[in-house]
């Protein structure tokens, strides 16, 4: 049975361009800026970064989406023309911090996407762990055609997903690439039919969210440093995270129960 939704409270409740709730071990973050379609301006950058260091000790996982016919129209352009040179380095920073908070904050975040996923809003989506796209999904990064440049960290994490000269494409020529394009490239693990995103992304955050907690940490914080390792560091801090994780009572405890017959076997999904 689907856990019983609860809307957040507390300094959670208080961010207007967010809506909360919590499902259990999960969070529900959604962009809330519709009429704008969740354009990212400072007030909403700087809730999400409030949002995601102040998840109450519960949330294992979190599902972030948005409200109304798109994911995210990206960087706020009413707010561009208004900064200096220095004020829009500073800018660019806030994005980063707010950002770091997801890709390396507690808990796995899966992002469900439809509509654009567009400069800014694809930033933001690439600092989650697991992306979902609706077929309405479209991602661009239009600024090229701006005059402007990334500026919120997607210029280190979306060429580790598509590469860089894909990337390139993309800001050079406005190539837009459709869902499935963006599964095929990596930009999304999965794809599903319109209105079906929230559901497979809490699903797929409740199983994340049963994880230990000690793996997820691993995965987290772990494997994307080890990835920009050298094999020989790489090798070394993955012992160590091993050790640590399988020292954990709970891998213990999940190891003993697979060798008693009570655990889930893998199976062919
Ligand atoms: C906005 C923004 C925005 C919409 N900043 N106000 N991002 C872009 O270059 C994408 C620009 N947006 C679009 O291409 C389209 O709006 C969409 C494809 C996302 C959606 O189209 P549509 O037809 O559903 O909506 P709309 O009618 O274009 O927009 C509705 C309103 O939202 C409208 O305002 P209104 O007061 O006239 O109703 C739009 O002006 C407003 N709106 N997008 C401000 N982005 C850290 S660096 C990151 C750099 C970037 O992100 S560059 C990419 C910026």
Request: glycine share 10%.
């Amino acid at each position: 049975m689907a856990e019983p939704t609860v809307p957040a409270t507390g300094a959670l409740a208080a961010l207007d361009l967010l809506r909360i709730e919590h499902a259990g071990a999960v969070t529900h973050v959604r962009l809330n800026r519709p009429v704008k379609r969740n354009a990212l301006n400072d007030t909403l950058v700087a809730q999400l970064q409030a949002a995601f260091t102040g998840l109450p000790p519960e949330t294992c996982a979190v599902v972030l989406s948005g409200e109304g016919s798109h994911f995210s129209a990206g960087l706020d352009l009413s707010e561009l023309s208004e900064r200096s040179v220095a004020e829009a380095v500073v800018h660019s920073r806030s994005w980063h911090a707010a950002f770091e908070h997801i890709q390396f904050g507690r808990v796995p975040v899966v992002a469900v996407m439809h509509g654009a996923v567009v400069g800014g809003g694809l930033e933001l989506a690439v600092a989650a762990h697991i992306r979902v796209a609706e077929r309405s999904v479209f991602y661009g990064l239009p600024e090229g055609q701006r005059g402007i440049f990334v500026g919120g960290g997607g210029s280190t994490r979306i060429p580790r997903l598509i590469g860089a000269a894909r990337m390139a494409d993309m800001m050079l020529t406005g190539r837009v690439y459709d869902a499935e394009e963006g599964l095929r490239i990596g930009l999304s693990q999965y794809v599903v039919d319109e209105g079906q995103g929230l559901a497979k992304g809490f699903e797929l955050a409740h199983k994340i969210a049963a994880n230990a907690p000690l793996s997820n940490f691993a995965v987290l914080h772990a494997l994307p440093r080890i990835a920009d390792m050298g094999q020989a560091e790489g090798l070394f801090l993955e012992s160590l995270m091993a050790a640590i994780a399988s020292g954990d009572p709970a891998a213990k405890d999940r190891i003993k129960a697979f060798l008693e017959g009570r655990a889930a076997k893998v199976a062919k999904q």
